[in-house]
């Protein structure tokens, strides 16, 4: 086998062992705190931010747009976009994940496209959509660049890139080893089911600011990349956890934005 053969084995067996981790978690995702959308506030918080990053189509004189939900698990982003009027194509390469997000598509009567694909070529046409959207997505990715530059290849001329993930903002040593106590006290050390080795694979764990993907979308050719941190869902969220969750928690959510050039 040639280099370019052991390193296509080498994508082939990361991205088997990332579904086969999210097939495991489908069922209990959405039941786990700041994951799911587990209360009233939650919820409000969310479509008010999504409203605010694609529009309420739901009015007359928004736009509908084409929407690309990439990794979308259990479906939060691709649900809350189809609610707000948006025509949503939704893809993620966990059979599972998509089976959990098509009940809630029933249940909630509120229609997408489900569709079983790889965020870092997503199956659909190259200039076909206006808006490509995530949610805790990015830091599992094996080749973010080949994601985004792919995601730019969908979007048409002037459309819109929205990455929402977290990071892990360095605290003071004190309040480092608090977490970790409440954290073991939590039985929450790891958030996922990844080996070691597959850890290693992923450029984007455990960032400590946003300013690493913001590179990765600039250098894929994205324009006007910019970034905020998500206080209001933050707190929100936040204020539902128990007091060693809180403690233990250090995450904080972020939202990245990029448009792809116009002719």
Do not use: C
Not at 70 to 75: E, I, P, Q
Not at 96 to 112: N, T
Not at 170 to 181: E, F, G, H
């Amino acid at each position: 086998m040639n280099d370019d053969g052991i390193r296509n084995e080498g994508r082939r067996r990361v991205k088997a062992a990332i579904t086969a981790a999210w097939d495991r978690g489908a069922a209990e995702y959405d039941r786990i705190p700041r994951h799911g959308i587990l209360h009233d506030d939650e919820r409000t918080a969310w479509r008010r931010l999504v409203a605010a990053i694609l529009g309420d189509a739901t009015h007359s004189e928004m736009p509908r747009r084409q929407v690309l939900d990439v990794g979308t698990g259990t479906g939060t982003l691709a649900l809350v976009a189809a609610e707000l009027g948006h025509d949503v194509i939704a893809v993620d390469l966990s059979e599972r994940m998509i089976l959990a997000a098509r009940r809630k598509s029933i249940e909630s009567g509120i229609a997408v496209d489900w569709r079983i694909g790889d965020a870092e070529d997503p199956p659909v046409p190259e200039g076909s959509v206006d808006a490509v959207v995530s949610r805790h997505l990015v830091w599992t990715l094996p080749d973010p660049l080949v994601a985004a530059q792919a995601w730019l290849a969908r979007l048409r001329p002037g459309g819109l890139v929205a990455v929402i993930d977290g990071s892990y903002p360095r605290r003071a040593l004190p309040l480092r080893m608090l977490a970790t106590a409440a954290a073991r006290l939590e039985g929450a050390e790891d958030e996922h089911e990844y080996p070691p080795e597959i850890d290693a694979r992923l450029p984007l764990l455990n960032q400590r600011s946003p300013e690493t993907l913001m590179a990765v979308l600039r250098q894929a050719g994205f324009e006007r990349v910019r970034a905020r941190n998500l206080g209001e869902i933050d707190r929100i969220e936040r204020a539902h956890l128990g007091l060693v969750q809180r403690t233990a928690d250090g995450w904080r959510r972020y939202l990245v934005v990029g448009r792809a050039p116009r002719p």
